[in-house]
Each structure stands twice: as C-alpha cells, then as structure tokens.
C-alpha cells in the first residue's frame, strides 16, 4: 500500500490545509496511507515582532522542511504567500490547489467598512503591504502591529484591543468565520498578496513516486496566475520587508496582472496593469516589473533594504 506523510504546522487553518490536500490525495488515490505530521515553527513561535523585522514568513517554512529534507516527510503543505521566491536547495513547489478567496477582508468591531471608519481608529495589521494601503486610503487611522493565529486575531478584536483588523478572506472561509468579514478589500482599489489564497505543495526534488502521487491535485488555472504573481514579485525581491500587491485574472485565454509598490507610509503608491494572452504570462509580468521600476519601484525597495540595515 502507497503511504505518504504530510508535514504541516499545528495551527488550526494550516491543519484545515493539510486536510484538504489529505482529501484531495485520497479522492485521487483511493487505499493510501497518508499520515500527518504536525509541527511548530519558528514563526509560530516568535510572536511579539512583526515578521519583517525577524527574518520574514519564510519562519513559517524552515521546520517543515527540514523534515522533508531528512526523510520524516514526503511533503508540506505550505500558504503559498509564505514561500519564499526561490525554492530551498533540495525541495520544490510544483503542485498548486485550487485558489480560494484571495481578497483582504476587513473586519470591524462595529460592522463599518474602511470609509466610514471614524478618524483615529485603531486598525491592526502587521502586514506592510496592507499598511501601506491603508494609509494612502485613510491616513487618519492609527495603524497597530497584529500577530497571531487567526482565531487570536479576532479575539484581540472582541476584547476591544483594536477597532478593526485585516486578515485573508480565504483564511476566514477555511475556518467557517466568514461571518466576522465587514467588507472585502477588492481590486482596483486595494490589491491582495501574491499568491493569496493558494495552497502549495512541497517536496524533495527528483522524487518522482510523489510527483506522479500529486499530479492529479494540480489546477491549471492556479498555476498560471501564481507563476505571473510571483515573476512580479521575484522581479522585484519581494518579501514581507516591502509593501508589495501582484493580482492575476484568468478569464477566457486572456491574462490580466495588476501590481503595486509603494512607502509603508503611503505616501507613495506606484501601481501597473497589463494584459493579453494568458500564453504570454511571463512577458505580461515582464512589462508590469519594467512599468514600476520605471516609476521609482527599485529606488523604494533599496531604500527599504538600507533602512532595515541601519
């Protein structure tokens, strides 16, 4: 009998993760053995810093695939904004789920959307990206630092420590909280994480038993836009150290790409959109990187990196 065991961090949306990969494996592989393997990472344990400041989400990552590296594991299951833009030596990401949800939610104590939230409002994040676009939208609210799993995060909002925060609406969905969502950040106006609301799928590279095991599991479409999503994002060292959007629309064979670059004041927002043929993913990418660099994106991601090096 085929077995495959899964490595996953112990929360309980990456648990609901890992379970949705289990269901698909057994969907597609009737009789095997699947075993999960839950673990606890760096990033689950350091919670009292923003993430950009102790070494980015790719924490969340580093246990996980230790275990795939020494055999305990065969693969991970990771939230695809969590990966890094360069695949760790020895370990692939080729298989992706079916995207969920990927828009920004807000949540507010008081059911309000982000306009008519009063000045002064206290709004949890501790996202850069989502700090940044906050703050071009609504520079009189007072923006505060949000760690935590995501049923801690809505507890800090009940018990009145904010008076709204942000979090992922797929995350939300996932764990049947959808209820608690206010509004849904959308596009053009407010642009999600790369890859947002995709689930990948890690494994040692050259194992072809487990290549051929998850193949069925793969979507297509999902594929396309998280490999235009992160051209983007790679192009231009994306990381939780820079306020960076990308968003891809696959309708029909047509590609749209819309990306963002900005200060984590505000104060400057660069943004980009082109489209064509989905066939032409990686030159529509191309020319979204080459149209924010030319507005400035380079100098405000160097800026970035010498700041956080002083």
């Not at 909002?157 to 609406?169: M, N, S, T």
């Not at 689930?199 to 998850?214: A, F, P, S």
């Not at 149209?291 to 010498?306: K, P, T, Y």
């Given at each position: ?37 839950p673990m606890v990472t760096k ?258 991601i160097a800026s970035l990196g ?5």
């Amino acid at each position: 009998m085929t077995k495959i065991t899964i490595a996953t961090r112990k929360s309980e949306l990456a648990m609901w993760q890992a379970r949705h990969a289990e269901a698909l494996l057994r969907r597609a592989h009737p009789g095997i053995e699947i075993e999960l393997l839950p673990m606890v990472t760096k990033g689950d344990i350091i919670l009292d810093q923003p993430l950009a400041e102790i070494g980015g989400k790719g924490l969340f990552l580093k246990e996980l695939e230790k275990a795939l590296l020494n055999g305990d594991a065969d693969i991970a299951v990771h939230s695809m904004k969590d990966v890094p833009m360069e695949d760790a030596p020895g370990l692939e990401v080729e298989v992706l789920l079916e995207r969920a949800n990927p828009f920004d939610a807000l949540l507010d104590r008081a059911g309000r959307g982000l306009d008519d939230l009063p000045a002064g409002a206290r709004v949890g994040t501790s996202s850069l990206r989502r700090q940044c676009q906050l703050r071009a939208l609504r520079p009189d609210l007072e923006l505060a630092d949000l760690r935590g799993n995501v049923n801690t995060r809505i507890r800090k909002l009940e018990e009145g420590e904010y008076d709204a925060i942000i979090l992922a609406c797929a995350g939300l969905e996932r764990l049947g909280l959808e209820r608690y969502i206010t509004q849904t950040l959308e596009p053009p106006r407010w642009l999600p994480a790369a890859t947002q609301g995709t689930i990948g799928i890690q494994n040692r590279e050259g194992d072809q038993r487990v290549r051929e095991l998850l193949k069925p599991l793969g979507d297509p479409a999902s594929t396309l836009r998280t490999r235009a999503e992160r051209a983007v994002a790679t192009a231009l060292q994306g990381s939780c150290q820079v306020p960076l959007a990308v968003y891809a629309t696959l309708t029909g064979d047509r590609l749209d790409l819309s990306g963002l670059v900005g200060t984590p004041d505000g104060a400057t927002v660069l943004r980009s959109d082109h489209d064509g043929p989905a066939s032409d993913a990686d030159s529509i990418a191309e020319r979204v990187t080459a149209d924010l660099v030319g507005q400035g994106a380079a100098e405000i991601i160097a800026s970035l990196g010498s700041a956080r090096g002083r």
